[in-house]
């Protein structure tokens, strides 16, 4: 899978392509016994995320900071398919007391948990601290999911010792995790504004998803837990994620115009990786193309993820106490 599969959408090993839509590639699929929570479920592959999987059937939570976004797209999705099971719930990942009040009123809806699809994020934003006091990029993209994932795993957990069913957990990262800040986290210089770079801080937030995934993986895989980790790239997408940089991407798009993919095509690696039938037990991996890639040394230096999952949880617990 290189430059030349990515402009042409010439097909990987899996059967699928860059040019392959989120429809195409759950052809088929029946989820109607699945619940998903999609966070940033309300614009850009987040939505399509949530129309193609409640297309297939599976009742679909949209966690969104702006409720009224998601009610409109919500409402989009009715349209499109009549019989959708969409609900809405108000969730700032930049916030730790936004994430727990969310998990609160997820869990009054006694609902099942099959699918957590960390989508959301922020991308280039200027330096600015969080409610917390913790960088904005790194609290909203890693933080806020690492949270989210901790609260809501032993839901997943129950789901899938009642049900049978194989839970999986999809954390959107991005080619730019090979260009993160030196020595891939900065642990001691996360809230630093001397040396703040905005493109080094979103490569290192989106390095974190990955190892998140993978340490997270490990761990599921020693309890012996049904449930995978995964995190994928869903390619060069125009989105509102990128409106810190608007120039800058329609400049770089006007000179690499045939790398770019639309929103179908952007949503289709999270929604194979979430619902394919063939990935059933492949966990800890990184996918492009809806097909299986090797990350940066960084992204699989497990010494790294375990020191990340450790910082992170010190990070919640000061931010919670403060």
């Excluded at 210089?189 to 995934?213: E, M, P, T, V």
Aim: net charge neutral.
């Amino acid at each position: 899978m290189g430059i030349f599969a990515l402009m042409t959408g010439r097909p990987g090993p899996s059967g699928f392509g860059s040019a392959s839509t989120a429809e195409q590639v759950t052809e088929g699929i029946d989820a109607s016994k699945l619940t998903a929570l999609v966070t940033g479920g309300a614009s850009g592959i987040g939505l399509e995320t949530s129309r193609v999987l409640a297309l297939r059937g599976a009742h679909v939570i949209v966690a969104a900071r702006n409720t009224d976004a998601a009610n409109e797209a919500k409402q989009l999705i009715l349209k499109d398919i009549a019989n959708a099971r969409v609900d809405v719930l108000k969730l700032d990942l930049s916030s730790i007391k936004s994430v727990r009040a969310f998990v609160d009123s997820f869990n009054a809806l006694n609902l099942p948990l099959n699918l957590l699809i960390n989508n959301a994020g922020v991308m280039f934003c200027p330096f600015n601290l969080s409610e917390d006091g913790i960088e904005m990029q790194f609290a909203t993209n890693h933080l806020g999911h690492f949270l989210l994932t901790n609260l809501l795993v032993e839901k997943m957990k129950e789901t899938a010792r009642t049900t049978g069913i194989e839970g999986r957990i999809v954390n959107l990262s991005s080619i730019a995790h090979l260009h993160p800040c030196e020595d891939g986290i900065q642990f001691d210089k996360i809230n630093d504004q001397n040396s703040y770079s905005d493109k080094r801080a979103y490569g290192q937030s989106k390095l974190a998803n990955i190892l998140h995934a993978n340490e997270l993986s490990r761990r599921l895989l020693e309890e012996g837990v049904n449930i995978t980790a995964n995190s994928v790239h869903p390619g060069l997408i125009m989105t509102p994620l990128m409106r810190h940089s608007a120039l800058l991407m329609k400049t770089l798009k006007f000179f690499t115009c045939l790398l770019w993919k639309n929103v179908p095509q952007g949503a289709a690696t999270t929604c194979y990786v979430a619902l394919h039938p063939s990935l059933k037990g492949v966990t800890g991996k990184y996918f492009l193309d809806c097909n299986e890639m090797t990350p940066s040394s960084y992204a699989r230096n497990q010494k790294l993820a375990m020191k990340l999952w450790d910082f992170s949880n010190k990070l919640v617990d000061s931010a919670s106490t403060s």
